[in-house]
């Protein structure tokens, strides 16, 4: 697999400290494309973890100032 260059400007990785595995963080697959339920979960790989856009959780993303953001593993949303 080719590696892709991402540039995090403007985007954030949500991530948590585990006492056990460390950091963990969060990663959502689309799987539309195979007709499958999209999937949202947890990887300790930074390289498989899903780039939001700056301020997702506040102003124009709170309560549907925005279509959702496109969130995409291995590249930042909206790419």
């Given at each position: 697999m080719d590696e892709v260059l991402r540039d995090?400007?403007?985007y954030?990785?949500?991530s948590a400290e585990h006492p056990?595995?460390?950091?963990?963080?969060?990663?959502?697959?689309?799987e539309s494309e195979v007709n499958a339920p999209d999937y949202y979960g947890l990887t300790l790989?930074?390289?498989?973890?899903?780039?939001?856009?700056?301020?997702w959780?506040?102003?124009?993303?709170?309560?549907?100032?925005?279509?959702?953001?496109?969130l995409i593993p291995?590249?930042?949303a909206d790419l």
């Open positions: 995090p400007t403007g954030v990785v949500i056990a595995l460390g950091r963990v963080y969060w990663a959502y697959f689309d790989d930074l390289n498989r973890a899903s780039w939001a856009p700056v301020g959780r506040t102003g124009e993303y709170l309560m549907g100032g925005v279509e959702k953001p496109t291995g590249k930042p």
